[in-house]
């Protein structure tokens, strides 16, 4: 374009000279044209994108260019235990419900606990099928009765007590629901070996207890128990008055009478949540100076008809030094009033 018009403008420069002044002005301001346009023609190109590609809008900071994932829900919280009542009035929860989410054990509350077991009469320490385990710094207690005509029930009650006060699980029917079916799992796997037929026929039927386990926490206000029980193994709760103690709560248990021949027993062959035994739970506050004791059950039965009887025994199985307690013990059964049975006792207290 600007050849032809400096072509046009010599052309007419050479053939009239009255034209020259006009045609000069008029090619002048062509040519200046032409080259505006032509210098503007880079700044267009470098501010102008594909049509093909998507404009990013403008941001504030760096932008993400990978895909856009969905965020998932959060899971509703779990709906809080059933609120239970301390004391004589506590309730029991009477099984495990299904869904609910494992709570973590609270804060341990320190104790202090003395322990006392004794086999049947004309048995040895090393065949007392009852077992129990303690941490006092953890705030946990654990007593279990291994049932006698089944086949290594000691040690089954043995792992039981073991395993609540090592693992540190929640006192909560979700958790000891999951817990019980993982120690029997770590049972059977222990014991399948280099066993003989006998023992794998044996240990098919399975080992059998009953447990009693409680764990002590800060609380709100005042310190705090929670605790879970399958068959009679019991956890009784006093109060100190005057020079003896009244009795709080029985748990399971808390009356002499109320003891049966067929009490629920946690099996060493548990594979699922339906062979489950009946789980109770119950909780309660401690004022100062309470104690507690654990026990199996003859033991248990025998301290429940004495205190209903008026018979001052709290004190001795509170205070009563060892020979003391085993002295009774041996006078009860030739008396007639103590089954010839295993027999543990645990005494526990605030730190």
């Not at 006192?171 to 770590?186: C, F, G, K, R, Y």
């Not at 949540?273 to 104690?291: I, K, N, S």
């Not at 507690?292 to 039965?301: K, M, N, P, S, V």
Request: hydrophobic share 45%; aromatic share 6%; net charge negative.
């Amino acid at each position: 374009m600007a050849a032809l018009w400096a072509a046009t403008f010599a052309a007419l420069v050479l053939l009239n000279d009255d034209l020259r002044a006009f045609w000069s002005v008029l090619l002048g301001m062509s040519l200046v044209g032409s080259a505006l346009t032509l210098l503007s023609r880079p700044q267009q190109a470098a501010g102008r994108r594909p049509t093909n590609r998507p404009v990013r809008p403008a941001t504030s900071g760096p932008v993400d260019a990978r895909p856009t994932v969905p965020v998932a829900q959060a899971s509703p919280a779990p709906a809080a235990l059933p609120a239970q009542p301390s004391g004589a009035d506590m309730a029991e929860v009477t099984s495990v419900r299904a869904g609910h989410r494992a709570h973590h054990a609270l804060a341990g509350q320190p104790i202090t606990t003395s322990a006392l077991s004794l086999p049947k009469a004309g048995n040895t320490d090393a065949e007392n099928e009852d077992a129990f385990a303690v941490s006092p710094d953890r705030g946990r207690v654990a007593v279990s009765d291994g049932a006698s005509s089944a086949y290594r029930s000691g040690e089954w009650a043995r792992t039981l007590c073991a395993g609540f006060v090592e693992s540190g699980v929640a006192v909560d029917p979700e958790a000891i629901a999951e817990w019980l079916l993982s120690q029997a799992h770590t049972f059977q796997r222990a014991r399948s070996g280099d066993a003989g037929w006998w023992d794998v026929e044996a240990a098919g039927r399975g080992a059998f207890a009953t447990l009693v386990a409680v764990e002590f926490h800060a609380g709100v206000s005042a310190p705090a128990w929670r605790a879970v029980a399958v068959g009679d193994s019991v956890l009784l709760h006093l109060r100190p008055r005057g020079d003896g103690y009244v009795l709080v709560a029985g748990f399971p248990i808390e009356s002499g009478e109320a003891f049966t021949s067929t009490p629920a027993l946690v099996a060493s062959t548990l594979t699922s949540r339906t062979a489950l035994p009946t789980l109770r739970f119950a909780h309660g506050q401690a004022a100062p100076g309470d104690r507690w004791l654990a026990l199996t059950d003859e033991l248990a039965r025998w301290a429940l008809r004495a205190h209903e009887s008026g018979m001052p025994i709290w004190p001795l199985l509170f205070s009563g030094s060892a020979p003391e307690v085993t002295e009774a013990v041996t006078a009860a059964r030739q008396q007639g009033q103590l089954v010839n049975d295993d027999m543990t006792l645990i005494r526990i207290a605030l730190a």
